[in-house]
């Protein structure tokens, strides 16, 4: 029981972690980048490169990861977000699809389709907690996790940047007519996003490995605690993603893993039909 | 080009050439075609389909059903199931149709809620459940290893060989595409296309946003049922390796690769995603860099609006080709006062109040427009003039108070249900949806009045002609009335400001309302246009509509209105005649500010 809840707990971090880089970006640019969970998944393979073969030490393992992260994100801003935002029939879920499939295909050919280990971050020991068990890499997550997401709220409702993003999400015209550099805060948005990112690979490498399939699964899922938490709600996705990890890991846990996936879409259609701005998110009045 | 002319062809006969094509492609066997090419055409029809189903949804109804890939293995999976324990194909192929039908309905139940690419993400939730389900029927599926001893294809009792299967895959890609292009051409495809662009405008025509959404999933899955239906005979094996986010992927890159809003790109896409990767060996390490790159391409091209604009204009010159031009000059541009008489109604607004949030934008406001008047708001800006016709036509609930039409309460808050009481409206800046000609973009508003069904509009049934037929006689009435007769061919999008604004008045008066609520119609015309507004909104009175004019335009206002009334900070403070308003004190004050009003207004007395 516990040590499902645990391990519930570390996989909702992986979807705070994920979700996080999705919500900065969400509240810059109005857009859903698909391709978040690609650039983790980028990270978990150079921990693999930069770690594993080479034995470099984590430090510079993250400090790579964060900057190759960067540069995606900063690539997929030009080439993927800005040519087709705001401009209707979700152009952005098509291109940052098309961007996630890229970042896919590329680690393929790089590193082929094989899993490749990742070594621990902290540790791997196995530690007892109120009678569960869980990796000290997996409370590192679960800490991790907490703090970005905190982070980010703080940097979205303290800082000058944050409100300005704040007041793009709200009403884009307006906020440029009052001066926010529209594009500034876009690429911004889109860098530190990768930068997470990529930093988030080599630690959630140490649970998923690093494996080319990963990246779909694991930003539907996600995309499922943003639901659930209200879109652009950073405390909605820490409540949401910590529910839906452990939730997801007691199904496995009690009925199987082949219904973690169908537990987790029967929810996403009741969320959606009973409470669709989430628990966080707030409802507008529909204007003309 | 003269031959084909010669043989009665034109744009509105061009159909005749992919059917051309089509039969060419269903009796290939016999014109010598190997069976290695025969392969290959079978696996363009089924991409094809799956396609087609995607760009119904997606391409005309805006609604990105990214999961179609899911519905494609669900149509397998059943036919798989339903021939290993002997029934037909016949069967195993309505079984297919149905069941992906109904999962398009479960995948549309979100839409219901929420609007936009959640829907679509909730949609690519089953793509990753498939090997999941599989693993929960492993007596029906096959589990992971897959579904082995698929029989040969049992069609009507007779057993088909591999020529007579190829066939009728083709016959399936023909008559789905025939039905497909029936249906978009038809008011239905309009219907969609507006839904895309606008829900509001939608609403606002009474067209049920929520019920075609879920219909534009439901039906773009029947196709991807029956493609993956008749795939189970193409190798006689289905495994869920087959269903992977790659495949997922190419159905999205052929959507977008042969043009999401076409009929025919479906075929076009999926032959160059097929043929491509079996010719080229390379193909396959790099396939997904490759599909991924479409995607980022494709998507940016798909919201590019010069090129969609060049390329509407290359697809109705291809429409109109050979077809007689319409009427020009003063004969065709008609004079408004041939209208129609429209039945009398009495809109009356009694004591409403809305906040949003702390500020309140109508505070006990009432009012009455009666038939055959024009009746005016006037007011500075947020002095709740907009507020107070979103509320009459049922974009917003007030607080308190109620609208009467004849007497029996609008319910408000509810656009679709208000409009088709009568009561129809145009917007501050003109909503005019892209690829559609003007007429097409006026009859759009007959959809509700005068409806056909999606099947009798299918297969183009006696109803569907008899209303397609009114449509272009009623049209034609509101298109002369607005003056835009002889632009009826052209595209809607590409109208003039003056004109777009005439379109609108059109498509909300073809709607066969006698309400007509117009938002600040007059702003930015230049005096040409002015003339044209209002004689048709005269004309409009006469024929005994009930016109309320939102409005700015002061001079507008006292030329027009048979009854003015004033707004102020949500209040109303003054109502009457052109002549009477042009000499109250407070409106002079609330227009020109307190130093200049009142030696004004004396003077003007």
């Known amino acids: 029981m516990a040590t499902a809840l645990l391990t519930g707990l570390v996989l909702g971090s992986i979807y705070i972690l994920v979700g996080s880089g999705i919500n900065l970006v969400r509240i810059a640019t109005g857009a859903f980048n698909f391709a978040q969970a690609a650039v983790v998944m980028v990270g978990a393979f150079i921990a693999y490169e930069f770690g594993v073969e080479r034995g470099h030490s984590t430090l510079i393992v993250i400090l790579v990861a964060a900057a190759v992260g960067a540069v995606i994100g900063v690539v997929t801003e030009f080439v993927a977000i800005r040519p087709v935002a705001g401009k209707g029939l979700h152009g952005e879920l098509v291109t940052t699809v098309g961007a996630s499939t890229i970042l896919t295909g590329l680690v393929v050919v790089i590193w082929g389709t094989e899993v490749r280990p990742v070594a621990p971050f902290v540790s791997d020991d196995v530690v007892s907690i109120a009678g569960g068990r869980v990796t000290v890499d997996g409370l590192v997550i679960i800490g991790v996790a907490i703090a970005t997401c905190l982070g980010l709220w703080a940097w979205s409702r303290l800082t000058m940047t944050g409100l300005a993003a704040l007041a793009l999400s709200e009403d884009r015209d307006a906020a440029t007519l009052r001066g926010v550099n529209v594009r500034y805060l876009s690429i911004l948005a889109m860098a530190a996003a990768g930068a997470i990112g990529g930093a988030a690979g080599p630690i959630i490498g140490t649970q998923t490995l690093a494996v080319s399939t990963v990246a779909a699964v694991v930003i539907l899922k996600s995309f499922l605690v943003l639901i659930v938490g209200g879109m652009g709600s950073f405390p909605g996705l820490l409540v949401g993603g910590l529910a839906i990890g452990s939730i997801e890991a007691g199904t496995v846990r009690y009925l199987g893993s082949e219904y973690s996936t169908f537990m987790l879409f029967a929810l996403l259609l009741v969320v959606l039909m009973v409470r669709p701005q989430g628990i966080f998110g707030q409802t507008h009045e529909r204007t003309v | ?605």
């Open chain 2, 1 to 605: 080009m003269n031959i084909l002319r010669r043989l009665g062809l034109n744009g509105e006969r061009l159909w005749v050439l992919p059917l051309f094509l089509g039969v060419l492609a269903i009796v290939a066997p016999w014109l010598g075609v190997g069976a290695g090419d025969l392969r290959q055409l079978m696996l363009v029809a089924i991409l094809a389909l799956t396609v087609s189903g995607l760009n119904l949804a997606w391409g005309y109804g805006g609604e990105l059903a990214i999961g179609q890939l899911a519905m494609y293995a669900l149509g397998a999976y059943v036919t798989g199931y339903l021939v290993i324990e002997g029934h037909d194909l016949a069967v195993a192929l309505l079984a297919s149709a149905v069941a992906s039908a109904a999962l398009g309905l479960v995948t549309s139940l979100p839409a219901l809620r929420i609007s936009g690419w959640g829907v679509a993400m909730a949609s690519f939730f089953l793509i990753i459940m498939i090997p999941q389900v599989v693993k929960l029927f492993p007596d029906q599926t096959g589990g992971g290893i897959g579904l082995i001893g698929i029989p040969a294809p049992v069609f009507l009792g007779r057993e088909l060989d591999d020529n007579q299967f190829y066939a009728l895959v083709m016959v399936v890609l023909v008559l789905w595409l025939l039905v497909m292009r029936n249906l978009v051409t038809s008011r239905h495809g309009s219907a969609l296309r507006v839904m895309r662009e606008s829900p509001v405008l939608a609403a606002s025509l009474g067209i049920d946003v929520r019920r075609i959404k879920i219909t534009s999933y439901v039906l773009g899955a029947v196709p991807a049922g029956i493609a993956g239906s008749l795939f189970v005979f193409v190798d006689r094996f289905v495994a869920p390796d087959y269903f992977d986010f790659a495949a997922a992927i190419l159905i999205i890159a052929a959507a977008v690769l042969g043009g999401a809003e076409t009929v025919y790109g479906a075929v076009v896409g999926a032959a160059i995603l097929t043929v491509l990767p079996a010719r080229f060996g390379v193909f396959d390490e790099y396939s997904e860099i490759v599909f991924g790159a479409f995607l980022v391409g494709g998507g940016i091209l798909l919201t590019n609006d010069k090129l969609k604009i060049r390329m509407d204009g290359l697809k109705l010159r291809v429409r109109n080709w050979g077809a007689a031009e319409p009427q020009r000059g003063p004969a065709a541009a008609g004079t408004p006062n041939e209208l129609p008489a429209l039945p009398p109604r009495t809109v009356v607004v009694e004591e409403v109040s809305k906040s949003f949030g702390g500020n309140r934008a109508l505070n006990g406001v009432s009012l009455e427009a009666r038939p055959g008047e024009i009746t005016a708001l006037i007011g500075a800006n947020g002095s709740g003039k907009t507020t107070l016709l979103n509320i009459i036509s049922g974009f917003y609930a007030a607080d308190s108070g109620a609208v009467r039409l004849d007497g029996r309460a609008l319910p408000l808050g509810h656009a679709v249900r208000t409009a088709r009481r009568g009561v129809a409206r145009t917007f501050q800046t003109p909503i005019v949806p892209a690829s559609m000609t003007t007429a097409e973009a006026v009859a759009v508003g007959r959809y509700i009045a005068d409806y056909v069904s999606m099947p009798s509009s299918m297969v183009r049934a006696p109803r569907y002609r008899k209303v397609a037929a009114r449509d272009a006689e009623q049209g034609a009435v509101w298109l002369r009335a607005t003056g835009l007769a002889d632009q009826s061919r052209s595209l809607a999008r590409g109208l003039s400001l003056g004109d777009r604004r005439m379109l609108e008045v059109a498509r909300a008066l073809a709607t066969g309302a006698s309400v007509l609520l117009l938002d600040e119609v007059a702003s930015g015309l230049d005096l040409e246009d002015l003339e044209r507004l209002g004689a048709l909104l005269r004309a409009v009175r006469d024929a005994g509509g009930t016109v309320i004019l939102v409005e700015h335009n002061f001079r507008l206002v006292t030329d027009l209105a048979d009854s003015i009334y004033v707004l102020e900070r949500g209040d109303l403070i003054a109502h009457g005649d052109a002549a009477h308003i042009r000499q109250n004190e407070a409106v002079a004050r609330s227009y020109l500010g307190d130093a200049v009003a009142p030696g004004l207004a004396k003077g003007q007395a």
